[in-house]
């Protein structure tokens, strides 16, 4: 991934006939969110760091997961170091759809049938809360981040699929969640198309400006003490007696508590981490698309390039597919189908 700073480039946008010139192709998340505070990042001194080693807790990995534990560790206490070899939100967190969701991609049903009653449930509950923690976070330290607890629709084109919503709808409502089933009717009312069967609705869901989120973390982690250093590229984690070594891009420093937060670059990493973590991330691609509200003529000429470029993908997949398959040795009669499978898409959004 490109660092944030160098995304911006000059470009004429005539993809879908607009008559349309954008200045720039900054990402909408970098061209609305507030600065980072200045005193909320360590940027270039950090001899005081070094001097101060061996640490209580080193988090690597400036993003929502290694921010929000700094932050948790600072206000109970511990002395709380943050690396991070570019800015905070340089990861995933600066640039994901800023959608908040309860959940987890599986239903509790299969939560519970794959890692046992304790277990599963525990992890329901958990995912369950995990707009509460976030909403509540984002209240607690005054977050400005367009935060929007206005609910989250699931809907689908299938009467079919309907029945597995149900079902889904069931479980959280059993377990005290603000959700319900919807028909037709309603699920045309509330999103204004009449392309759905229907859907659910999860009133414990909203929307956030993730950047800013992001940022307002690090700021609210400073605050309670955590300390976080911008610029520093860990290399390798190694067992050094009780304590663990993380060699760096700027010298060695210790600490007794290693939480990695460095997601999928935790495969670029040596050491301990690579050997046990490393494999543990999947890389993938995903492209995201903001623009001014269209009009119903712009709309119609997007779909319809839409489903040309992703048809064009979805050939591209299965001839790469079929390149790399090794020949067979012998002829044999075969019926070849594509099969599912599935294509980047780009998701459209408007800003009111
Ligand atoms: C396109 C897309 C859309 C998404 N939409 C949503 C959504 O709507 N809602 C949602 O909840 N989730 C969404 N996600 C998922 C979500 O963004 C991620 O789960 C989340 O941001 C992960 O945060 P993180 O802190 O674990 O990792 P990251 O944000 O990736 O942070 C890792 C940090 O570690 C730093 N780092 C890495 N290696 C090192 C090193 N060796 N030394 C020092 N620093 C290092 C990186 O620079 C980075 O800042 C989306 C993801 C994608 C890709």
Known sequence: MRPLADRSTERDLDCVGMDARIDSLLPLWQAT????????????????????????????????????????LAEHGAQVIVLEKDQPGAG???????????????????????????RGERMIQFSGKAPDLLFDLIARHGIACDAERA??????????????????TRSWADRGAPVR???????????????????????????????AYVRGLAAAATRAG???HCGIEVERLERAGQNWRIE?????????????????????????????????YLAGSSVQVATAPLNDEQRAQFRKRYLQERRRLEEQIVHDEQEKRPRPVKRRATSCGAGS??????????RR
């Open 341 to 350: 499978r599935s294509t980047g898409t780009a998701s459209c959004v408007p």
């Open 33 to 72: 969110a507030a600065p980072l505070p200045e005193n909320a990042a360590i940027h270039g001194e950090h001899r005081a760091l070094f001097d101060a080693s061996p640490i209580d807790t080193i988090v690597i990995g400036a993003g929502v997961t290694g921010l929000s534990t700094a932050l948790h």
């Open 92 to 118: 995933t967190s600066g640039r994901p759809n800023g959608q908040v969701i309860a959940g987890l991609h599986e239903s509790p049903e299969a939560l519970l049938a794959a890692y046992g009653a304790d």
């Open 248 to 280: 760096t891009t700027q010298g060695n420093l210790h600490a007794s508590t290693v939480v990695l937060a460095t997601n999928v670059f935790t495969s670029e990493l040596h050491g301990v981490a690579r050997r046990l973590l490393g494999r543990s």
């Open 226 to 228: 955590a300390k976080i």
């Open 181 to 211: 089933l919807l028909d037709r009717d309603e699920v045309t009312r509330l999103l204004g198309t009449q392309a759905y069967a229907g859907g659910w609705l999860d009133q414990r869901n909203g929307t956030i400006q993730p950047l």
């Open 151 to 168: 609910g989250w629709i699931q809907a689908t084109r299938s009467r079919r699929q309907m029945k597995a919503l149900a079902k889904l």
